[in-house]
């Protein structure tokens, strides 16, 4: 099943402060950017192997890290910057953020400090592929590199509150997780369903339908953890933090392992089977272990229970998050302890680059 990988990093300077990564995009095809200023994705091609994606990965983080140091930049493995207002994240210039800001109201602006990784799956058994990677959705709790927003400790897993409950608390169909399917025809309906929602709340906030005609279509207007990617085409698994390298590729591997036997055996929802297939736990069970996730992390013996039914080892995990300070951060701490994660990325990718 070929694999890829997108992870979002924020840029810094050597003194901790939030920039625009400017040339550095112009340092490899493999890096994009996003829809705020101080953020850069690093993504690599599908590729048919756990070893053949490990190295890409590794190689094209390398090559960013390294083009940033000659450029007085760094990189930032962290969900959240921890602290900065939102003149530190100004949006990039593009109609369909500016549309969908108009949509979503203020709280759109808690999108804007999320920084995530996403692991793309080649099509295969959709509904088992999209099934089985819904059920995996706590599994977040394992990688997550943040608690702080705007200085202040939240939650023990700060991105998916921010850009789930928060960004998307009117708009659940656009960035929430949906219920598992039937059918990919299942699925059909209830994006159109969405992106209909979606258009009507643009209209009634005063957005010209051509206007939102241009700027979206319905598989670009949902932002949910698990998702159908047309053009690519790909089942995308959004639930993760950005963070190190290690646990990065540790994830993948673990979720890829789970999500292939699904594709190969079939799922089934509640009881065991005795064909192989995966059993996958309801979805309110879902639900419920995702919110005590965001809430406590790994500090829940749900949580770990959960993810451990699944086949995860939770105690394999050292979530960056962790490491961070249960106390109010001030401005000067959030860019030290930028710093200090940059240091660790470097460190992390030293270790990685050894071993392969």
């Known amino acids: 099943m070929n694999t890829s990988l997108e992870v979002e990093y924020w840029v810094i300077d050597d003194a901790g402060d939030l920039v625009a990564p400017g040339p550095l995009l112009d340092a490899s095809a493999q890096f994009d950017p996003e829809f705020v200023e101080p953020m850069l994705e690093i993504k690599t091609t599908p590729c048919s192997s756990m070893v053949e994606l490990r190295e890409e990965f590794l190689d094209h983080i390398g090559s960013a890290v390294d083009a940033a140091r000659d450029q007085g930049k760094r990189l930032v493995p962290l969900a959240t910057p921890l602290h900065a207002s ?127 005609d241009d700027a979206f279509e319905p598989y670009d207007a949902v932002w949910t953890p698990v998702r159908l990617r047309k053009a690519m085409p790909t089942v995308e698994w959004r639930s993760p933090d950005a963070t190190l390298p290690t646990e990065i590729l540790q994830l993948t591997e673990a979720v890829r392992s789970i ?47 959960y993810l451990e039914d699944l086949g995860f080892t939770p105690s394999a995990y050292d979530p960056l998050a962790t490491r961070l300070p249960d106390s109010h951060l001030s401005k000067r701490q959030a860019k030290q302890l930028r710093l200090e994660a940059a240091k660790r990325l470097e460190a992390d990718l030293g270790t990685r680059r050894a071993r392969a």
Not at 108 to 137: K, M, P, W, Y
Not at 268 to 293: I, K
């Open 259 to 305: 999500v292939t036997h699904a594709d190969a055996r079939g799922t089934t929802v509640g009881a065991e089977s005795a064909t192989g297939a995966v059993t996958l736990p309801a979805f309110d069970t879902v639900e419920s272990v995702t919110d005590a996730a965001i809430h406590d992390g790994l500090e829940d013996s749900a949580v770990t229970s």
């Open 86 to 212: 939102p003149a530190e994240i100004p949006y990039r210039e593009k109609e369909s953020t500016d549309v969908q800001r108009r949509i979503v109201g203020r709280s759109f602006d808690d999108a804007r400090v999320c920084a995530g990784t996403h692991i793309h799956f080649e099509r295969s058994n959709v509904v088992d592929q999209l099934n089985t990677l819904t059920a995996l959705d706590p599994a977040f709790a394992l990688v997550t590199s943040s608690s702080h927003y705007r200085g202040e400790r939240i939650l023990e897993c700060a991105r998916p509150f921010l850009y789930r409950r928060s960004c998307y608390e009117h708009c659940p169909e656009q960035g929430q997780l949906w219920p598992y399917v039937d059918s990919v025809d299942e699925w059909e309906r209830r994006l159109e369903a969405a992106y209909e929602g979606f258009r009507e709340r643009a209209i009634e906030h005063g957005v010209d339908p051509q206007t939102f």
